[in-house]
C-alpha cells in the first residue's frame, strides 16, 4: 500500500542540474541534443504548473462528449559503440457521456543496453466519476504498475489498487474550492519472488484551492492511506505567482508520512520558474 499515492514538485533547477549528463553531443555541435534537454524541462515545469490548476475543482467538468484522447510514442535505437534501444509509449483515453466521465491512462518504459534489459515498466490508471450534482459525485479509482524486471524479495513485481467511494464539494466558486473524498478498497502487491499480499485499505482525501488575487493562487493537496500493515500521509502545498506578464513561478512544499519506513517523513521543496518573451 505504500506505493499508492505518488505526488512530486519538480524544481526547474534540479531538473536542469541533473539533466546535465544528458546533454551528450547527438551532432557534432550538441545542438539537437540541447534544444531537446531544454524541450524536456520546459514541458515538467509546463506540466507542474497545470497540476497545480486542478481541472476538476468547479464541478462537473464539461468534457467533450463521447470518445477523446491522445498517445504518443518515442523510440530510440543506437548501434555501434554502443548498442541500445528506449521505448516509451503513453495514451490517455475520456469516454463522457452525460454525468458519467471515464478517463484511462496507459504508460510503458522499456529500456535496453548492450542486449541486457535495465527497464521495463508498465503504469495503468482507471478514473471514474459520477457526478450527481454540483455538489456530490462517487467515483471508482483503479491503478496497476509492474516492474518486469522485478526479480528479488525486496524488489515490487505488481502494485495494485482499486477502490470505490463517495466525494463532496464543500467550497465551490471561482476563488475558494475545496471538495474531499473517502473510501475503502482492495491493494494487491507481488514481489520478485511470486509472493504475494492482499489487504484492505482505507483512503481519504482533500484538495483545496484558494485565488488571492488574478496573479496568486494557492493549493493544498492532502492524501491518508492507512491499512493493516503501513499508514502514509502525504500534503502538497504550493503558491503559483504571475510575477509579470513574461515571468511565473510556483513553489511548493510536499511532505511525505510512511509508517513503514525507518525514517518515517520526507519532505521536498519545488520552485517551478517559467520565463517567456
Given at each position: 500500500m505504500k506505493t499508492l499515492f505518488h505526488t512530486a514538485a519538480l524544481s526547474a533547477l534540479a531538473l536542469l542540474m541533473a539533466g546535465t549528463a544528458a546533454l551528450a553531443q547527438s551532432t557534432l555541435t550538441g545542438t539537437t541534443a540541447l534544444n531537446d534537454r531544454i524541450d524536456a524541462i520546459d514541458t515538467a515545469v509546463a506540466d507542474d504548473m497545470a497540476r497545480a490548476e486542478d481541472a476538476s475543482r468547479f464541478g462537473n467538468p464539461e468534457?467533450?462528449?463521447?470518445?477523446?484522447?491522445?498517445?504518443?510514442?518515442?523510440?530510440?535505437?543506437?548501434?555501434?559503440?554502443?548498442?541500445?534501444?528506449?521505448?516509451?509509449?503513453?495514451?490517455r483515453l475520456r469516454f463522457a457521456q452525460g454525468k458519467f466521465v471515464q478517463t484511462i491512462g496507459l504508460a510503458l518504459d522499456y529500456t535496453e543496453a548492450a542486449g541486457v534489459q535495465t527497464k521495463k515498466d508498465v503504469f495503468g490508471v482507471y478514473d471514474a466519476n459520477y457526478y450527481l450534482g454540483d455538489s456530490f459525485y462517487g467515483f471508482v479509482l483503479g491503478r496497476v504498475k509492474t516492474d518486469g524486471l522485478a526479480a528479488t524479495?525486496?524488489?515490487?513485481?505488481?502494485?495494485?489498487?482499486?477502490?470505490?467511494?463517495?466525494?463532496?464539494r464543500i467550497l465551490n466558486n471561482p476563488n475558494t474550492t475545496w471538495r474531499v473524498q473517502a473510501g475503502v478498497g482492495l491493494s494487491y502487491l507481488k514481489d520478485g519472488l511470486g509472493n504475494t499480499v492482499n489487504e484492505i485499505g482505507y483512503i481519504a482525501s482533500s484538495r483545496f484551492f484558494w485565488k488571492f488575487s488574478?496573479?496568486?493562487f494557492a493549493t493544498n493537496d492532502t492524501d491518508f492511506l492507512t491499512s493493516s500493515t503501513a499508514r502514509r500521509v502525504t500534503n502538497d502545498f504550493g503558491v503559483n505567482f504571475k510575477l509579470t506578464e513574461i515571468m511565473s513561478t510556483r513553489v511548493s512544499y510536499l511532505t511525505d508520512y510512511n509508517s513503514s519506513n525507518a525514517v518515517r517523513t520526507d519532505n521536498k521543496v519545488g520552485v517551478s520558474l517559467v520565463f517567456g518573451f
Open positions: 468534457f467533450k462528449a463521447g470518445l477523446s484522447g491522445s498517445a504518443s510514442l518515442s523510440y530510440n535505437g543506437k548501434t555501434g559503440n554502443i548498442n541500445s534501444q528506449d521505448l516509451a509509449i503513453g495514451a524479495a525486496t524488489d515490487t513485481d505488481t502494485d495494485a489498487f482499486v477502490g470505490v467511494g463517495p466525494g463532496y488574478d496573479n496568486v
